[in-house]
């Protein structure tokens, strides 16, 4: 299985601070199409995941532009500028160029 | 506007059958390029994708969990399902379903609330 590492575990940040979260994958996300099947997630406290970001860089349906995705073959970041309250929870990265589709461990963001 | 739902029995004892529902509209499984997948979280703790059903009938499984997985649908009535068989407490999760995109993005799109499924004697 292809192994996702997210780093760090958490984060405490102050509201309108910028932070970055790294995920590397053990083997390359680019598909034999070309394209990148590294995707990020957001739970929010008490909830289900939600899509941020699809294939390294597209942002989903609603999502602000505060939210950017960059990375190439085994190593990604997303990053968030001008963190809201609204940001809190556990980040997700997750792969399906590979099966079984696979997901990191998390980051959790936290106010400072 | 596209919402996806599970369901299940909330608790039962090892050994025994489980059975999810996942009850949707916005969306049609008989869409080309349209699937249905079903992810597991263990309480406090992460993702761990399970199986997904696509609108032509394909089935993918995680193979740490597939002698024990079934997943199926019922295109009619908007539903897809997951049977895992000789559960044990480490299936005490929340499960859920997923739309998962498949020409598009390949990704999964939008998320049920989850149902909490408790395997306990």
């Known amino acids: 299985d292809v192994v996702m590492t997210q780093t760090p575990p958490s984060l405490s940040v102050a509201i309108g601070q910028s932070v970055s979260i790294s995920c590397k994958s053990s083997q390359s996300l680019v598909y034999s199409d070309g394209k990148t099947y590294l995707h990020w997630l957001l739970q929010s406290p008490g909830r289900s995941p939600k899509r941020l970001i699809y294939q390294v860089s597209n942002l989903g349906s609603g999502v602000p532009d505060r939210f950017s995705g960059t990375g190439s073959q085994k190593d990604f970041t997303l990053k968030i500028s001008r963190v809201e309250a609204e940001d809190l929870g556990v980040y997700y990265c997750a792969q399906t160029t590979h099966f079984p589709h696979t997901f990191g461990a998390g980051t959790k963001l936290e106010l400072k | 506007q596209v919402t996806l739902k599970e369901s299940g029995p909330g608790i039962l004892q090892p050994s025994q059958t489980l059975s999810l529902t996942c009850s949707f509209s916005?969306?049609?499984?008989?869409?080309?390029?349209?699937?249905v997948s079903w992810i597991r979280q263990p309480s406090g703790k992460g993702l761990e994708w399970l199986a997904t059903?696509?609108?032509?009938?394909?089935?993918g499984y995680n193979p740490s969990l597939k002698n024990r997985l079934t997943i199926s649908k019922d295109t009619s009535n908007n539903q897809a399902f997951l049977k895992i068989t000789s559960v044990d407490t480490a299936d005490t999760a929340i499960y859920y379903c997923?739309?998962?995109?498949?020409?598009?993005?390949?990704?999964?799109?939008?998320w049920g609330q989850g149902v909490m499924v408790t395997v306990s004697s």
């Open positions: 997923a739309r998962f995109l498949y020409y598009s993005s390949y990704d999964f799109d939008y």
């Open positions: 059903i696509c609108w032509e009938d394909s089935k």
């Open positions: 916005g969306f049609s499984l008989s869409t080309s390029g349209i699937c």
